[in-house]
Protein backbone atom coordinates (compact mmCIF):
# COMPACT_ATOMS: atom_id res chain seq x y z
CA UNK A 1 0.00 0.00 0.00
CA UNK A 2 1.28 3.40 -0.74
CA UNK A 3 1.92 6.30 1.76
CA UNK A 4 -0.81 8.06 0.16
CA UNK A 5 -3.39 5.03 0.86
CA UNK A 6 -2.42 4.50 4.68
CA UNK A 7 -5.09 3.72 6.54
CA UNK A 8 -7.62 4.01 3.85
CA UNK A 9 -10.05 0.70 4.19
CA UNK A 10 -10.95 -0.83 1.09
CA UNK A 11 -14.16 -0.08 -0.93
CA UNK A 12 -14.50 -3.88 -1.58
CA UNK A 13 -14.58 -4.40 2.12
CA UNK A 14 -17.43 -1.37 2.87
CA UNK A 15 -19.61 -2.12 0.12
CA UNK A 16 -19.55 -5.85 1.73
CA UNK A 17 -20.50 -4.21 5.04
CA UNK A 18 -23.05 -2.03 3.29
CA UNK A 19 -24.69 -4.97 1.64
CA UNK A 20 -24.81 -7.44 4.77
CA UNK A 21 -26.32 -4.64 6.83
CA UNK A 22 -29.00 -3.48 4.10
CA UNK A 23 -30.21 -6.85 3.98
CA UNK A 24 -30.61 -7.48 7.39
CA UNK A 25 -32.63 -4.57 7.82
CA UNK A 26 -34.71 -5.79 5.17
CA UNK A 27 -35.47 -9.51 6.24
CA UNK A 28 -35.72 -7.57 9.61
CA UNK A 29 -38.56 -5.61 8.03
CA UNK A 30 -40.90 -8.72 7.78
CA UNK A 31 -40.19 -9.76 11.59
CA UNK A 32 -41.27 -13.92 11.84
CA UNK A 33 -42.64 -14.32 8.73
CA UNK A 34 -39.09 -13.65 6.84
CA UNK A 35 -38.39 -13.44 3.37
CA UNK A 36 -37.88 -15.79 0.01
CA UNK A 37 -34.48 -15.01 -1.74
CA UNK A 38 -36.49 -13.31 -4.72
CA UNK A 39 -37.86 -11.14 -2.00
CA UNK A 40 -34.86 -10.01 -0.85
CA UNK A 41 -32.62 -9.22 -3.91
CA UNK A 42 -36.02 -6.90 -5.28
CA UNK A 43 -36.06 -5.15 -1.87
CA UNK A 44 -32.15 -4.93 -1.84
CA UNK A 45 -31.62 -3.62 -5.64
CA UNK A 46 -28.78 -6.33 -5.31
CA UNK A 47 -27.97 -9.61 -7.93
CA UNK A 48 -30.14 -12.80 -6.97
CA UNK A 49 -26.40 -14.77 -6.60
CA UNK A 50 -24.76 -11.81 -4.67
CA UNK A 51 -27.65 -12.23 -1.98
CA UNK A 52 -27.43 -15.86 -1.89
CA UNK A 53 -23.85 -15.82 -1.07
CA UNK A 54 -24.11 -13.48 1.20
CA UNK A 55 -27.36 -14.82 3.00
CA UNK A 56 -25.71 -18.77 3.19
CA UNK A 57 -22.54 -17.17 4.68
CA UNK A 58 -25.19 -15.43 7.41
CA UNK A 59 -26.53 -18.65 8.01
CA UNK A 60 -23.27 -20.34 8.56
CA UNK A 61 -23.11 -17.37 11.41
CA UNK A 62 -25.98 -17.43 13.06
CA UNK A 63 -27.24 -14.07 11.64
CA UNK A 64 -30.16 -15.28 9.38
CA UNK A 65 -32.04 -18.73 9.65
CA UNK A 66 -33.96 -20.21 6.85
CA UNK A 67 -37.35 -22.13 7.09
CA UNK A 68 -36.87 -25.46 5.76
CA UNK A 69 -40.35 -25.71 4.70
CA UNK A 70 -41.31 -22.24 3.62
CA UNK A 71 -37.56 -21.25 2.44
CA UNK A 72 -37.73 -17.90 4.07
CA UNK A 73 -35.02 -16.11 5.75
CA UNK A 74 -35.75 -14.46 8.90
CA UNK A 75 -33.45 -12.92 12.04
CA UNK A 76 -31.13 -15.39 13.34
CA UNK A 77 -29.73 -15.91 17.08
CA UNK A 78 -26.41 -14.81 16.75
CA UNK A 79 -28.15 -10.86 16.42
CA UNK A 80 -30.50 -11.93 19.81
CA UNK A 81 -27.35 -13.29 21.80
CA UNK A 82 -25.42 -10.01 21.13
CA UNK A 83 -28.14 -7.25 21.54
CA UNK A 84 -28.14 -9.09 25.27
CA UNK A 85 -24.73 -7.26 25.37
CA UNK A 86 -26.12 -4.09 24.07
CA UNK A 87 -28.95 -2.59 26.38
CA UNK A 88 -29.49 0.60 26.68
CA UNK A 89 -28.83 3.04 30.09
CA UNK A 90 -32.95 2.83 30.51
CA UNK A 91 -35.67 0.98 28.33
CA UNK A 92 -37.79 3.60 26.98
CA UNK A 93 -40.34 0.59 26.26
CA UNK A 94 -39.72 -0.42 30.18
CA UNK A 95 -40.57 3.08 30.98
CA UNK A 96 -43.50 3.62 28.70
CA UNK A 97 -45.79 -0.24 29.68
CA UNK A 98 -48.17 2.32 31.55
CA UNK A 99 -48.89 4.61 29.14
CA UNK A 100 -49.45 1.73 26.37
CA UNK A 101 -51.76 0.10 28.74
CA UNK A 102 -53.52 2.89 29.64
CA UNK A 103 -53.99 4.01 25.74
CA UNK A 104 -55.29 0.47 24.86
CA UNK A 105 -57.67 0.96 27.43
CA UNK A 106 -59.03 4.50 26.50
CA UNK A 107 -59.34 3.44 22.82
CA UNK A 108 -59.56 -0.46 23.29
CA UNK A 109 -57.53 -0.15 20.35
CA UNK A 110 -53.91 -1.31 19.37
CA UNK A 111 -51.52 0.84 20.60
CA UNK A 112 -47.59 1.14 18.78
CA UNK A 113 -44.12 2.44 20.50
CA UNK A 114 -41.67 3.71 17.84
CA UNK A 115 -38.36 4.22 18.21
CA UNK A 116 -36.32 6.60 16.05
CA UNK A 117 -33.30 4.47 14.81
CA UNK A 118 -31.53 6.63 12.08
CA UNK A 119 -33.50 5.93 8.79
CA UNK A 120 -35.95 4.10 10.61
CA UNK A 121 -38.32 3.32 13.07
CA UNK A 122 -38.58 0.50 15.02
CA UNK A 123 -41.50 -1.19 16.79
CA UNK A 124 -40.35 -1.63 20.50
CA UNK A 125 -43.48 -2.08 22.49
CA UNK A 126 -47.21 -3.08 21.99
CA UNK A 127 -50.13 -2.47 23.86
CA UNK A 128 -53.99 -4.47 22.88
CA UNK A 129 -57.08 -3.22 23.24
CA UNK A 130 -60.01 -5.00 23.85
CA UNK A 131 -61.67 -4.11 20.43
CA UNK A 132 -62.96 -7.08 18.33
CA UNK A 133 -60.87 -6.63 15.29
CA UNK A 134 -57.70 -5.65 15.73
CA UNK A 135 -55.19 -3.57 13.77
CA UNK A 136 -51.93 -5.93 13.68
CA UNK A 137 -50.17 -4.33 11.29
CA UNK A 138 -46.38 -4.24 13.75
CA UNK A 139 -44.74 -7.07 15.79
CA UNK A 140 -42.16 -5.66 18.29
CA UNK A 141 -38.96 -5.77 16.09
CA UNK A 142 -39.88 -4.67 13.08
CA UNK A 143 -38.34 -1.86 11.31
CA UNK A 144 -39.75 0.70 8.76
CA UNK A 145 -38.30 3.67 6.99
CA UNK A 146 -39.11 6.86 8.73
CA UNK A 147 -42.80 7.58 7.06
CA UNK A 148 -44.60 4.36 6.22
CA UNK A 149 -45.97 4.11 9.91
CA UNK A 150 -47.91 6.24 11.85
CA UNK A 151 -44.92 6.43 14.30
CA UNK A 152 -42.59 7.16 11.90
CA UNK A 153 -44.43 9.97 10.12
CA UNK A 154 -44.98 11.56 13.75
CA UNK A 155 -41.19 11.44 14.10
CA UNK A 156 -40.49 13.31 10.57
CA UNK A 157 -43.63 15.60 11.31
CA UNK A 158 -41.87 16.80 14.83
CA UNK A 159 -38.38 17.17 12.77
CA UNK A 160 -37.05 20.51 11.19
CA UNK A 161 -38.15 20.59 7.85
CA UNK A 162 -34.72 20.53 6.71
CA UNK A 163 -33.57 17.35 8.39
CA UNK A 164 -37.43 15.73 8.02
CA UNK A 165 -36.81 16.12 3.55
CA UNK A 166 -33.27 14.58 3.93
CA UNK A 167 -34.99 11.45 5.39
CA UNK A 168 -37.75 11.39 3.18
CA UNK A 169 -35.30 11.70 0.40
CA UNK A 170 -32.56 9.03 1.49
CA UNK A 171 -35.56 6.34 1.75
CA UNK A 172 -37.56 7.40 -1.05
CA UNK A 173 -36.79 4.62 -3.35
CA UNK A 174 -37.46 2.36 -0.40
CA UNK A 175 -40.87 3.25 -0.08
CA UNK A 176 -42.51 1.76 -2.88
CA UNK A 177 -40.79 -1.45 -2.16
CA UNK A 178 -42.44 -1.75 1.48
CA UNK A 179 -45.84 0.33 0.69
CA UNK A 180 -48.17 2.28 -1.41
CA UNK A 181 -46.27 5.68 -0.55
CA UNK A 182 -43.34 7.27 -2.41
CA UNK A 183 -41.76 10.37 -1.41
CA UNK A 184 -44.20 12.94 -2.88
CA UNK A 185 -46.86 11.19 -0.83
CA UNK A 186 -44.94 11.36 2.29
CA UNK A 187 -44.23 14.70 2.07
CA UNK A 188 -47.96 15.21 1.90
CA UNK A 189 -48.58 13.44 4.38
CA UNK A 190 -45.71 15.38 6.50
CA UNK A 191 -47.08 18.63 5.60
CA UNK A 192 -50.50 17.52 6.63
CA UNK A 193 -49.45 16.42 9.95
CA UNK A 194 -47.80 19.50 10.92
CA UNK A 195 -50.92 21.41 10.08
CA UNK A 196 -53.34 19.57 12.26
CA UNK A 197 -50.89 18.09 15.19
CA UNK A 198 -50.38 14.20 14.17
CA UNK A 199 -49.88 12.24 12.12
CA UNK A 200 -52.20 9.92 9.87
CA UNK A 201 -51.97 7.23 7.64
CA UNK A 202 -55.26 5.06 6.16
CA UNK A 203 -53.65 1.70 4.63
CA UNK A 204 -50.41 2.74 3.19
CA UNK A 205 -49.11 -1.05 3.75
CA UNK A 206 -52.41 -3.23 4.89
CA UNK A 207 -55.45 -1.68 3.02
CA UNK A 208 -58.59 -1.71 5.79
CA UNK A 209 -55.90 -0.31 8.38
CA UNK A 210 -55.51 3.25 9.49
CA UNK A 211 -53.57 4.98 12.31
CA UNK A 212 -53.12 7.62 14.15
CA UNK A 213 -49.41 8.89 15.76
CA UNK A 214 -48.20 11.94 17.79
CA UNK A 215 -44.12 11.98 18.65
CA UNK A 216 -42.13 13.20 21.59
CA UNK A 217 -40.09 14.45 22.59
CA UNK A 218 -41.25 18.04 21.28
CA UNK A 219 -38.44 19.67 19.43
CA UNK A 220 -36.13 16.36 19.20
CA UNK A 221 -38.24 13.59 18.88
CA UNK A 222 -36.46 10.09 19.89
CA UNK A 223 -40.18 8.10 19.59
CA UNK A 224 -43.83 7.68 18.93
CA UNK A 225 -46.91 6.67 20.08
CA UNK A 226 -49.10 5.30 17.67
CA UNK A 227 -53.42 4.06 17.40
CA UNK A 228 -53.95 1.46 15.30
CA UNK A 229 -57.21 0.28 13.72
CA UNK A 230 -59.63 -0.88 11.13
CA UNK A 231 -60.11 2.39 8.78
CA UNK A 232 -63.94 2.81 9.52
CA UNK A 233 -63.02 3.41 13.49
CA UNK A 234 -60.84 6.41 12.80
CA UNK A 235 -62.90 9.33 11.30
CA UNK A 236 -61.96 12.78 11.20
CA UNK A 237 -64.03 12.92 14.77
CA UNK A 238 -62.00 10.02 16.65
CA UNK A 239 -58.70 11.13 15.18
CA UNK A 240 -59.35 14.19 16.97
CA UNK A 241 -60.07 12.25 19.78
CA UNK A 242 -57.03 10.14 19.65
CA UNK A 243 -54.68 12.76 18.99
CA UNK A 244 -55.69 14.17 22.08
CA UNK A 245 -55.11 11.25 23.95
CA UNK A 246 -51.81 10.25 22.62
CA UNK A 247 -50.50 14.07 23.11
CA UNK A 248 -51.12 13.61 26.57
CA UNK A 249 -49.32 10.50 27.47
CA UNK A 250 -46.61 12.10 24.98
CA UNK A 251 -46.08 14.78 27.24
CA UNK A 252 -46.42 12.76 30.22
CA UNK A 253 -43.49 10.50 28.27
CA UNK A 254 -41.55 13.68 27.74
CA UNK A 255 -40.73 14.23 31.29
CA UNK A 256 -40.01 10.92 31.90
CA UNK A 257 -37.41 10.99 29.40
CA UNK A 258 -35.83 14.18 30.85
CA UNK A 259 -35.91 12.77 34.51
CA UNK A 260 -34.30 9.85 33.05
CA UNK A 261 -31.43 11.43 31.45
CA UNK A 262 -31.02 13.72 34.17
CA UNK A 263 -30.55 10.74 36.58
CA UNK A 264 -28.29 8.82 34.24
Given at each position: ?????????????????????????????????????????AATGLPTSTCHRLLQ??????????????????????????????????????????ALAELAEQTQDTIYL???????????????????????????????????????????????????????????????????????????????????????????????????????????????????????????????????????????????LRSSLAGA
Amino acid sequence: MTADGAGAEPRSGTQSIERLVAMLRVVASRGREGMRLGDVAAATGLPTSTCHRLLQRMEIEGLVERHQATRRYAIGPLLFELGLLARPRFSLAERCEPALAELAEQTQDTIYLSERRGLEAVCSARALGDFPIKALTLDVGIRRPLGIGAGGLAILCALPPAEAEELIEANGPRYAKLSHLDADRVRTAVREGRDRGYAFLDGPVFPGTAAVGVAFPAGAPVAALSVAAISSRLDEHRRREVAGLLHQQAQRLSGVLRSSLAGA
